[in-house]
């Protein structure tokens, strides 16, 4: 094991706090177990890969909006709105830390070993997972951007993203599927809203770059 939480052989099994579904806290150990029987290469990589994944899938974002700048002006307009929602998204589940303010399963689960370096402080909230929250939406940015590269690229690196959060033990199951399911839904709803008044200034804009200007024969 690479990361922090060693115990003695003899402290018996902690249980999750009564505020987290049953089946979240059996999960959490039965990962963080799986874990922690791994290989160290195997705990190395996904220690580093729960937060290098937010930046494959902020260049995959990249990757699928480039075309969309250069096309018409609903092309544009969702490329440049996207973001937008996609940090709309991480300010939701920031919000939603504050008012459940539910602890690290780290912090409860006190007998398990985690892969991570150390368990985030106090007031670092649990629910929902920011990462989570951040890959589900960019995901979904890169889906609406460019299907190919989003289903068959960007949708598995948010769901491997996610499930790294409870590999490393620093999230319940619970926290991360909100997440995702946060994140996916902001970005579906939010982005094609934002997009329809950008794409109509930039067509009125284009319109006028187009129009031959009046010339005063006077």
Known sequence: MIGSGLVGAAEAPSEAPSDVPEVSGDW???VVEFADANPEPVQWFMGH????????LGLLFLLAAWPRLGGG???RALALVTPVAVVLAYGCSEGLKVLVDQDRPCRALTDLAIVAEQCPPVGDWSFPSNHSTIA???ATAVVLLHRRIGWYAAVPLAALAAFSRVYVGVHYPHDVVAGVLLG???VAVVAPLLARPVSEVLRRRSRRAEDPIPV???
Not at 49 to 56: C, D, M, P, Q, V
């Open 49 to 56: 890969f729960t937060e290098a994944s937010i930046i494959l």
């Open 184 to 186: 996916t839904l902001v």
């Open 73 to 75: 002006p609903r092309d």
């Open 136 to 138: 589900g939406a960019l």
């Open 28 to 30: 959490y150990r039965d």
């Open 216 to 218: 005063d024969r006077h």
